[in-house]
C-alpha cells in the first residue's frame, strides 16, 4: 500500500523560507511522477510542482517560479519543496503527491505565511 508522510510545514513570516520534505513507500510500479500539491480554505486542490521521474524533468505552477524547488533523493524514496519568499497567498495544506498508476496523497501539512 502506497504511503506518503510528510513534514517541514509551519509558520513563518512573509519573505520567509520552509522546507517541506516527503517519505513516499509501498509503490508496487514504477512510479511516474512525484509531487507536491496544496488546498487553501475555501479553494480547490491545486498543483504546486512535480517531477517526472523517468527524466526529471520539473514542473511548476506560475505563481511559484523561481520562489519554489522541488527535488527526489531517489535512494532514500524522498521528495522535497524547497519554498523561499514566501507570500501570505501561499498559505495552505501541502500535500505530497504520487503518481504510479493511480494517484496517491499524503496527509497534507500546514503551512502559514503570515503578512
Known amino acids: 500500500q502506497v504511503r506518503l508522510v510528510e513534514s517541514g510545514g509551519g509558520l513563518v513570516q512573509a519573505g520567509g523560507s520552509l522546507r517541506l520534505s516527503c517519505a513516499a513507500s509501498?509503490?508496487?510500479?514504477?512510479?511516474?511522477?512525484l509531487g507536491w500539491f496544496r488546498q487553501a480554505p475555501g479553494k480547490e486542490r491545486e498543483s504546486v510542482a512535480f517531477i517526472i521521474t523517468s527524466d526529471g524533468r520539473t514542473n511548476y505552477r506560475d505563481s511559484v517560479k523561481g520562489r519554489f524547488t522541488i527535488s527526489r533523493d531517489i535512494a532514500k524514496n524522498m521528495v522535497y519543496l524547497q519554498m523561499n519568499n514566501l507570500k501570505p497567498e501561499d498559505t495552505a495544506v501541502y500535500y505530497c503527491?504520487?503518481?504510479?498508476?493511480?494517484?496517491?496523497w499524503g496527509q497534507g501539512t500546514q503551512v502559514t505565511v503570515s503578512s
Open positions: 509501498g509503490s508496487r510500479f514504477n512510479i511516474n511522477q
Open positions: 503527491w504520487l503518481y504510479d498508476t493511480s494517484n496517491y
